[in-house]
């Protein structure tokens, strides 16, 4: 495989790392909170679990393990709505998203 290849092989993954970078720098700090599975489960932000996804697995293959975090993240953030005393905790609930600018 020459050079040219293994970059453009490559390039889906380093740019979808690059989207989830820019995500982590600037737009997820003035959420005002973080991620549900992070809250209720402990271990890695969905942000942070996407990115090794995708760095071990690329993005095509990764897509199951993602929307499964997802899902998971999900259900975190019911079960702490449920609780009445969490508001804006996930954008994978059904809680608002209150962006801080």
Request: some cysteine; overall charge positive.
């Given at each position: 495989?020459?050079?040219?290849?293994?970059?453009?092989?490559?390039?889906?993954?380093?740019?979808v790392?690059?989207?989830i970078?820019?995500?982590?720098?600037?737009?997820?700090?003035?959420?005002?909170?973080?991620?549900?599975?992070?809250?209720?489960?402990?271990?890695?932000?969905?942000?942070?679990?996407?990115?090794?996804?995708?760095a071990?697995q690329?993005?095509?293959?990764?897509v199951?393990?993602?929307?499964?975090?997802?899902v998971?993240?999900?259900?975190?953030?019911?079960?702490?709505?449920?609780?009445g005393?969490?508001?804006?905790?996930?954008?994978?609930?059904?809680?608002?998203?209150?962006?801080?600018?």
């Open positions: 495989m020459t050079a040219v290849q293994r970059w453009a092989a490559t390039a889906p993954r380093r740019g790392d690059r989207l970078r820019a995500y982590q720098r600037h737009l997820s700090p003035r959420k005002g909170y973080t991620c549900a599975h992070l809250v209720a489960r402990g271990g890695q932000s969905c942000s942070a679990a996407v990115r090794g996804i995708v071990q690329g993005v095509i293959r990764g199951v393990p993602t929307m499964a975090r997802f998971a993240c999900y259900r975190a953030a019911l079960l702490l709505g449920s609780g005393n969490v508001s804006g905790v996930c954008c994978c609930g059904p809680i608002p998203i209150p962006f801080r600018f």
